[in-house]
């Protein structure tokens, strides 16, 4: 079971997240002193505990930003800045032990205003030989039956961002949640699990 939960930075200093409940504020759970030392860091990784190891995801050149999955059973990191795992595949699903599954490879995009803005400059979808194309963001969703959803949000030429759910068995990016341009959003209202 994975448990004790992290975000670090380079300098070893750790701010402990509740894997239940990761939109909470957690900078209020420690002391001050912690939370600035914490900051102080310019780069961050992931930690958790997994059979009484502790797991580490780290980039030297950047930083990894994660959670594990709303059924626990994989973790889902966003790498920025990395050599390692650079831009548009920078998103990759880890084992709970640390062990690499897969590098998520950017889906066709699916919303209208998206699917415009390609057509209209005449690209491929996806467009990949754009240079702000990348995973930005993982994040968790409740659907209309109640059910934790995984959601990996798209920036596409920085003005437009799609979000799209991670099938949980096939862990491929299935269906369009919602998209954004520039500060509005457009959601799918016929997405039903």
């Known amino acids: ?3 004790n939960w992290k975000k670090k930075n380079e300098n070893g200093i750790s701010i402990s997240i509740d894997i239940y409940q990761p939109h909470l504020f957690y900078f209020d759970k420690v002391d001050k002193n912690t939370s600035s030392d914490f900051l102080k860091g310019t780069k961050f990784g992931i930690a958790w505990e997994y059979n009484g190891n502790e797991i580490n995801i780290f980039d030297k050149n950047g930083t990894v930003e994660g959670f594990p999955t709303a059924n626990l059973e994989y973790v889902i ?3 920025k800045n990395s050599i390692l795992y650079p831009n ?3 998103a990759v699903i ?7 599954k897969k590098v998520i490879r950017i889906p066709n995009f699916k919303s209208e205003i998206i699917l415009q803005e390609i057509k209209r400059g005449k690209k491929s979808n996806p467009p990949l030989d754009n240079d702000e194309l990348y995973f930005s963001k993982y994040s968790r969703h409740i659907d209309k039956e109640g059910i934790e959803i995984d959601i990996l949000d798209i920036n596409y030429s920085l003005e437009y961002s799609e979000s799209q759910i991670l099938d949980s068995e096939t862990l491929e990016l299935t269906d369009f949640l919602k998209s954004r341009f520039d500060r509005n959003y457009y959601w799918n209202d ?3 699990p």
């Open 190 to 192: 016929n997405y039903k």
């Open 77 to 79: 990191a966003i790498f």
């Open 1 to 3: 079971m994975i448990k």
């Open 88 to 90: 548009p595949n920078n």
């Open 94 to 100: 880890f084992n709970l032990d640390g062990s690499f």
